[in-house]
């Protein structure tokens, strides 16, 4: 062996492999001081984000009750099989024995396990309204479905079926754009249940409560080993309705029956081609005009808020949003209608205000007007002539006898002279209408109220700019703001601003505020909240002036020549007298629609009754009729109120 | 081992040995012996609460993997007193009987004697017990490795290259078909560490290097690597990816970092408690002293492997001959290798290769062939002076 020139050499490669050595280490070293110095804290928070899950349940909600305390919405208590970790659960083995023990097919459950609407680890509902079997099956094979989870979970629950269904409203997953920054600070999760529509909607403060918060020690399996921390669930507060289940149910019963009469009568006594009136929908409004609390909103055709309860399937929800007839649209706040004869209170309101008609001055009815120089003719249409529903000629009347046999010529001279800009100002006419609450929300407490329209220069001038084919010019007529005065033309009110018109009327000039809700009790039965009527506005309304449109209204029903004296035929109207207004309001292409504003007792009015119904001929044939049956029930004078008599070939 | 009839026997040594019999067991580094100790002690704790809570939760034996581990270990502690026993100088005049038998060992593994289990195939099934050859194989390697290249006296050219590459190729090759990369790499390590001393000339290891860089960028391009393997491989680079690869790293990680500096206490580890790193009794134990024990119990473990580490290193430099540098080297190679490739892998900065932490990871071959290891380095340690 020469070691004496080996030696050096093989230590040097020694040294060497000594100093790779010590560069390995120091590698070591100075990554463990990296992880756990400088990153400690970030894979600390990793740490506990892996092992602590939090896991939020929701708290029932509130109940919903109408005034008397009757429970309009509870909740009922449905068994929820959810996975909470769909990659980890992705196993076919465990979904096809899921399957089997849920009684589905394999496709579905992996179509619904593998659903991209939720997030990787949010809980993904898998069945709902599990029988308990199936749920002490699973909670006894926990370990063989690592991350399923069986929970209680309060559900929706109608008493009454479909009944104020529009007020209630329909509760279902918040969405993404539900999911404000504003609520994800309040603590709403995706997946929570939120308020949609209705009461559901605007009283969601209340009735959601405090969702339950779970911590838990969970290992990697998804298996829970402990609970860290637990705060229950609070159930929401109960919300007092002002509506009594009663007059609801007879609004929409009423409604729905004098629809459906309705389709069994020819429109030919209405001008129509002679088949029957489609009558595809209408509104019915109860308000109390002593304080405008909401007694009923009926709206037909409506849906069946049980069709919501755990989540609604596309295809029905599909089938609701593409039905013509727009079962989920709130006719009462959402329904724009032209009011024809009955929007004739607003025009007699400017015409007071503004001196242009008085309660004792006389006007001689031709059966037309004539606006410019054409002659006008009694039989055949001449332009610029306004003519009375079938050219009728009423000769000598005053305000009182031109509201109950609704003479539109009276109403067109009011349209005409208050069209004086110089003399009446701008929009003479419609600051009349404006004051009884057309043309803009009434604040009812719902969601999603339309405003409505009373037309004038401006609002013609603005549409003109928006859609000019539509109109010849954007100019402002005479012949506009006469077609205004009998609630033609372009002018537009929901059911509900027309009840509430007509309720402020029937107060003395009151506007109130329509609210839908009494107050909010706790689950202990506090009272939290009352909510005070509220008045919006007040008009003058001279004692003078309201004792001839009174009596005009009155007469509607009462008088020999009223246009629903046919219609209150055999009501008692001595002991409960019934001031009304008819309403026929032309619609291009279609039959009109049939309205009846009307409020009862008219010498100490507790009732504002208001029905509308679409394609369905004249006011007093088809909506009076339905109206007289609503005061039957509220007056109680019959306790099973007989079938709705549709009037035929009847007045406007 | 004392019945197999000797071939060849070195006059000059059994002659020392017959004048001073005592005189080795003077000179054994009991540093060396109780850090290999200390260590499977250590091992056997992380091991537990490891394990513990997992075996707990499944109604078994929480002690389950501590008993077994501590079989192995006092297995390991007799073979290491039994490898100090018959000089090293005898032992290397068998080289190519454990040479042989080592590569007959593999060969039969991959035959349908051999165990299948994740989809590899590692072991016989001895009993309860599962014995892994590859683990022996490194052992025979280092002795083959260093008598051979002993033998050519630190001239090596090319063609003395040529047959020890040709010699670590066969069970290198066995031990990837089986497949287990990372054992076949270690082979590699040691390999390499005997090269560098054994007195390969520099221009040789350059090329040799070289070819092993683009080697590994060949098979991690062309795919010969199954993808699993290749997700392993690549994961350290690519934390962002998907792979349960980069999970188990990222669960690996989080483990140590939340440690912190002193650890979050013994048995008090989510991470290790809740089994979020996965294989945490074998490949990943490094994770459970880190979340448990902190920079602190790193730091103490680390220098532990410093320790048997420096005292090889001197046994290497004050070894009596070349085959005794060579062993040391051998087997300090195998130890730095397995140590900076399993504690870089569980801190994402070596790929993911299953390779056992000397000493620590759960594993009878494992441990038993480690402590051979260290048996042969107090072997020579022993004998420097004989």
């Known amino acids: ?36 110095v400088i990153d400690a804290p970030s894979a600390n928070a990793a740490a506990q984000d892996n092992s602590v899950r939090i896991v939020y349940t929701p708290a029932p909600r509130g109940r919903i009750l109408d005034r008397n305390g009757n429970v309009l919405v509870d909740n009922t208590v449905s068994e929820v099989v959810s996975m909470t970790d769909q990659k980890a659960t992705a196993e076919p083995g465990v979904i096809s024995q899921l399957a089997l023990v849920l009684n589905v097919s394999d496709a579905s459950l992996e179509q619904l396990v593998n659903s991209k609407q939720y997030g990787p680890y949010d809980p993904v509902p898998l069945a709902q309204n599990v029988s308990p079997s199936v749920v002490v099956y699973l909670r006894e094979n926990q370990t063989a479905f690592p991350n399923v989870q069986v929970q209680a979970e309060a559900e929706r629950s109608y008493p009454y079926g479909s009944v104020g269904a529009n007020i209630l409203g329909y509760v279902g997953q918040i969405d993404s754009q539900e999911l404000t920054p504003a609520r994800k600070r309040a603590g709403y999760q995706p997946g929570d249940v939120i308020g949609k529509t209705g009461v559901e909607a605007a009283f969601e403060s209340y009735l959601r409560g405090q969702p339950g918060v779970t911590k838990l020690l969970v290992n990697s399996k998804g298996v829970v080993l402990q609970t860290l921390a637990s705060v229950p669930p609070v ?49 019915v409004v109860i308000l109390d005009p002593t304080n405008g609390s909401v007694l009923a909103l009926a709206t037909n055709p409506t849906y069946n808020p049980e069709d919501f309860v755990g989540g609604i399937s596309e295809a029905k929800f599909d089938q609701y949003l593409n039905n013509p007839d727009h079962p989920l649209i709130d006719r009462t706040i959402q329904g724009v209608y032209a009011p024809g004869s009955t929007f004739k209170l607003g025009t007699a309101i400017a015409g007071l205000q503004t001196g242009v008609i008085t309660p004792t001055q006389y006007f001689d009815d031709r059966g037309y007007l004539q606006v410019g120089s054409n002659k006008c003719n009694p039989v055949f249409p001449v332009a610029g002539c306004f003519d009375n529903d079938n050219h009728q000629v009423y000769g000598r009347i005053n305000l009182t006898s031109a509201l109950t046999v609704s003479s539109d010529a009276y109403f067109y001279q009011i349209g ?67 077609n205004t005065a009998v609630g033609q033309g372009e002018v537009g009110v929901t059911p509900l601003q027309l009840a509430n018109a007509y309720a402020s009327f029937a107060n003395g000039g009151t506007v109130w505020v329509p609210q839908i809700a009494l107050k909010v009790t706790t689950q202990s039965g506090k009272v939290l909240q009352t909510f005070a009527p509220q008045a919006k506005s007040h008009y003058t309304l001279q004692p003078d002036w309201r004792a001839a449109l009174l009596s005009g209204f009155e007469g509607v029903t009462a008088a020999s020549n009223g246009t629903a004296y046919a219609a209150f035929s055999g009501f008692p109207l001595s002991q409960y007298p019934v001031a009304g207004k008819t309403g026929t309001a032309q619609v291009v292409g279609k039959d009109p629609t049939s309205v009846f504003a009307s409020f009862a007792p008219a010498t100490d009015p507790q009732f504002t009754v208001v029905a509308l119904m679409e394609q369905s001929g004249y006011g007093a044939d088809a909506a009076a009729p339905v109206v007289r049956r609503i005061y039957e029930g509220l007056f109680n004078l019959s306790p099973n109120p007989g079938q709705v008599q549709i009037q035929s070939g009847g007045k406007d | 081992m004392a019945s197999v009839p000797v071939s060849r026997r070195s006059v000059g040594m059994s002659g020392s040995s017959r004048r001073t019999p005592a005189a080795p067991w003077r000179h054994v580094d009991f540093g060396l012996a109780l850090a290999a100790i200390g260590v499977s002690g250590f091992g056997l704790l992380m091991i537990y609460s490891a394990t513990r809570a997992n075996l707990l939760s499944e109604g078994l034996d929480p002690g389950y993997y501590l008993k077994r581990q501590a079989v192995f270990v006092v297995v390991g502690v007799v073979v290491m007193g039994l490898t100090m026993l018959i000089d090293y100088r005898r032992l290397r005049d068998f080289a190519p009987v454990f040479y042989i038998g080592s590569v007959l060992a593999l060969l039969a593994i ?43 006296k630190g001239k090596m050219g090319g063609r003395e290259l040529c047959i020890v590459l040709a010699l670590s190729a066969v069970p290198f090759a066995l031990i990837y078909k089986q497949p287990d990369l990372g054992t076949a790499l270690v082979l590699a390590a040691i390999l390499f560490g005997v090269l560098l001393v054994g007195g390969v000339k520099a221009r040789h290891l350059a090329i040799l290097m070289g070819v092993g860089v683009i080697a590994v960028a060949a098979v991690l391009h062309f795919g010969v690597l199954k993808a699993y393997q290749r997700a392993r491989v690549t994961a350290f ?100 290798f397995q140590i900076f490739e399993n504690v870089g892998m569980t801190m994402g900065i070596m790929p993911i290769a299953g390779i056992p932490l000397p000493f620590m990871s759960y594993g009878g071959s494992a441990i038993v062939a480690s402590f051979a290891a260290i048996g042969l380095v107090l072997n020579v340690q022993m004998r420097r002076y004989s």
């Not at chain 1, 609801?248 to 020819?266: C, I, W």
């Not at chain 2, 994740?118 to 490795?145: C, D, M, N, R």
């Open chain 1, 235 to 283: 159930q929401g507060h109960d919300v007092w309705l002002s509506i009594d289940i009663n007059d609801q149910k007879l609004a929409e019963q009423s409604l729905a029956d004098g629809l459906a009469a309705t389709r069994l009568t020819s429109d030919r006594g209405a001008g129509g081609p002679g088949h029957d009136f489609t009558a595809p929908g209408g509104a």
């Open chain 2, 237 to 336: 680079l690519d934390s962002s990816s998907n792979s349960e690869a980069t999970y188990n790293l990222n669960q690996s990680k989080i483990a140590i970092g939340s440690g912190g500096v002193d650890g979050k206490g013994l048995f008090k580890g989510t991470q290790t408690n809740l089994s979020y790193v996965p294989e945490q009794q074998t490949d990943f134990i490094f994770t459970a002293v880190g979340e448990q024990l902190g920079l602190i119990g790193c730091a103490l473990l680390l220098s532990l492997f410093v320790l048997m580490v420096w005292r090889t290193w001197r046994a290497a430099t004050t070894a009596r001959d070349a085959t005794g540098t060579l062993i040391c080297v051998g087997v300090l190679a195998m130890f730095v």
């Open chain 2, 110 to 152: 991959l035959s349908p004697l051999g165990k299948r289990a994740l989809g590899a195939q590692a072991w016989f099934q001895v009993g309860p017990y599962q014995l892994e050859p590859s683990e022996f194989a490194k052992i025979a390697l280092i002795i083959g490795l260093a008598a051979i290249c002993a033998n050519y």
């Open chain 1, 1 to 36: 062996m020469s070691t004496q020139s080996e030696a050096p050499s093989a230590q040097s490669r020694l040294t060497v492999l000594a100093v790779v050595v010590v560069c390995l280490f120091a590698a070591l070293f100075a990554r463990l001081w990296f992880l756990q």
């Open chain 1, 416 to 482: 005409v002279t208050l069209n004086d800009e110089a003399k009446y100002g701008v929009d003479g006419l419609q600051n009349g209408d404006k004051e009884v609450g057309y043309g803009s929300p009434t604040g009812i407490d719902l969601p999603n109220e339309a405003a409505g329209l009373v037309p004038d220069a401006t609002s013609r001038a603005k549409e003109y700019a928006e859609f000019p084919k539509d109109f010849e010019t954007g100019q402002w007529f005479t012949g506009d703001n006469v």
